[in-house]
């Protein structure tokens, strides 16, 4: 048997030997044991300087704000990989909190029809957006864009900026409590993110988003339907912000037209910190639960530190950009440069 | 893990004559106003490596689409075993046609295994099984002596190994019928030894494979036989151990081949310095070691077959690409650090391959594109003159003959040669002396291309320098006042004046 000599490809470094081997291609898996470090030195360090940082409580607060990201951040991880993106999550949750405290309430269609109805709409308004970008190819940017500025209008018009009380339940308990003693939104979190592991690497649906994402002509060229794959990539994250609405709507007991302001931020820089790049093709939900986590435990610490909380946010910036700055040297230096 | 394999019928057989595997009789294929293929026919036995030369234009892709199923033939039949091909890609697919092309489709991102696989990932209990892959992709590795590891994310793969997976892709479909279009030529010559064995194992388990491409001392070292077009048409399919190259270039070119009228020769006087010095130049994988001078008023024509690195000669001269090794000297200073800025400086100007995507800024104007060079020229102070950008523009216009309708129009309208004139009037109006011009006739009509050859010759007569690269060798003796031709990575022979012709230049290039 030949063995082919592969000889170093020019204008990039790359690791020789088996640790070579192992490392050179899976660049993203070198992300991620950083990000699991710098998460390890986040709570080492805020476990000494922050008071209550390690109390149950703080840690199940943690959990339940990291919810609020997480559900959506699988479903946008996979429209990011796809080379898509979508801005919409913040006002999508806000209004489908609305729908679901006026729906349950005011249009007596009580707790359970409340959430079906809101489900349904989240998966509908997704997949105009989707439709729109697949068919008519209208940058993704901008049909999220139209989402954000119509569903915050909507959220913002039907309650006249008001926040809309949810009426008692028990589902709206179970649902904005816990159980068994972990906040329901965490276990939500969770069980989502097992789904959406799946999906991603044992799913045709999944590896064709990696294809698109990756190479779209070949997608195209290999038979995978691109016009169905981004119809339901956006159906996706709609019914993703839906269930986040109404989690949010349950906790707080009430829907609002200005809930989860700023979210669609955090959501894309949790994925994007997680070491899924911006232009596509590479990424993956165990990266996205870490970026979570990181943004997560690093805006419950500011807080604890009790940092003026315009200042956190000029903290905030600087960590993401410092986070994806280390991502892509660590990416660049894992790939080599194809010659063309 | 499901694999498709390729339609049977029993080949219907006369007493004692086998079926040949692929057969091709008298297809025909016109576009308007093209006859791109007449009464074309072959055979090729299973098991048989067979080449298919040809100059640019002289069929072969409209064979090879025949072939796949991507163009149906006007007339005449296409035969997989015996079952006549006559329908699409699909159906070719299914009859056991793959075809593997120059330009890669593979997802840079995924592992080898997963793009052998891609569309069609093997799923087992409803899961995508990874493992599964990951064996039958090794399995098909070692089965042609290939080293590739079955995760490696194919996009840091070298670029042979990237071209091997590409046509394991299609060998995993079990084809009948392998085509190769031009697989090696945009590797070094080292890494071609691994895919010609994998080509030689393919062959080896019965399909047949249809290699297209220039490289005659490829092609000897993998096919028995050949087949060579010309114009449309098969000339006819030759044992390559029996023919030389200079036959087989002849077949390519035809007897009937007139040689275009030549201008005067032009005088050149190479006993002053040159105005570019080349030396020891190399630019790994594909330029080992080029050497070379440029006169003042001087045409050098660089040839070589496609992938044999002109391109990546001049970009490393006009310091977009880095050499491993080399001088470059201009009007005899030696220039210690090649960089874009500093050669520009110094005169030096690339009009690129590929103008569409590396020369014009297609909505930007005529004018503009060209004094994007040089703003400082047409600026007062900081702010650029709109009044200077005209004036300049207008005088290059009519200076190269560029038909526009005005200074303003977007570039992007004009046709291929005006855009042309324009990128070189970009380096005019920088005032370069050392023009280097990368397929300037490329995309250009039969007109606008003597044109082009009128305002290099006068660009020359004022005393610059010209570096012609050009893979048309019927312009080369239009052009060049000498030529060097490339081929191994080194410059394996040179023709000045009367030497220049078509045969000449090509049996240097393709020779083994």
Redesign the interface.
Known sequence: ????R??P???GT?MTGVAG?LL???SHQLNEIGLLVAVVVLYVALASSAAGFLTVHNQLGILRDAATVGIAAWGVTLVIIAGEIDISIGPATAFASVLVAKGASEWGLGAVGAIAVTLLLGVLWGAVAGWLRAVFDVPSFITTLGLWSVLGGLGLYLTDALPVTLPDSAVFDVLGGDIAGIPTSAIVMLVLFVVFA?IA????Y???I??I???A???R????NLTRIRILLFATTGLLSAVTGILLASRLGSGSGSAASGLEFDVIAAVVIGGTALAG??GGMLGTLLGVVFITVIGNGLVLLGVDSFLQNVVRGVIIVGAVLVNVVVARR???V??? | MASRKPETRKPETRSGMSTPLVRVSDVTKHYPGVRALTGASLEIEAGEVRALLGRNGAGKSTLIKVLSGVERADAGTVEIAGVPLDGGVRHANRLGVQTVHQEL???????AA?NLF????P?TAG??D?PAMRRAAREIF?RL?????P???V????????QLVEICRAVRREPRLLILDEPTS?LAA?EVD?VL?AVRRIAESGVAVLYVSHRLDEIRRIARTATVMRDGQVVGTVDLATTSTEDAVAMMLGSTYEKAVRPQARVVDRATTPLLSVSGLSV??KIVDVSFDLYPGEILGLAGLMGSGRTEVLRAIAGFE?AAAGTVRVEGEDVPRVTAAGMKRRGVGLTPEDRKSEAIIPLLGVGENMVMSDFRAVSSGTSVVPARVDRAARALIERLSIATASARTPIGVLSGGNQQKAVIGRWLHAGSRILLLDEPTRGVDVEAKEGIYRLVRELADKGAGVLFVSSELEELPLVCDRVIALRGGTVAAEFTGDEVTVDAVLSAAMAA
């Open positions: 048997m030949t063995t082919t592969t000889a490809p020019p204008g790359r081997r050179n291609g899976r799946y690497r044992y799913t045709a999944g590896r064709s990696y294809t994402g990756g190479n002509a070949a997608a060229l290999a038979g995978i093709g590479r894992g790939r080599a194809a010659t063309t | 489709s593979l997802v840079p991102g995924m592992t997963e891609l569309g069609a990932w799923r899961r995508v990874h070692d002596g290939l080293d590739i590891a995760d490696a994310q996009g840091t793969l070298p670029l042979a190994e990237q945009a080292a691994t064995e790994p994988p880095p």
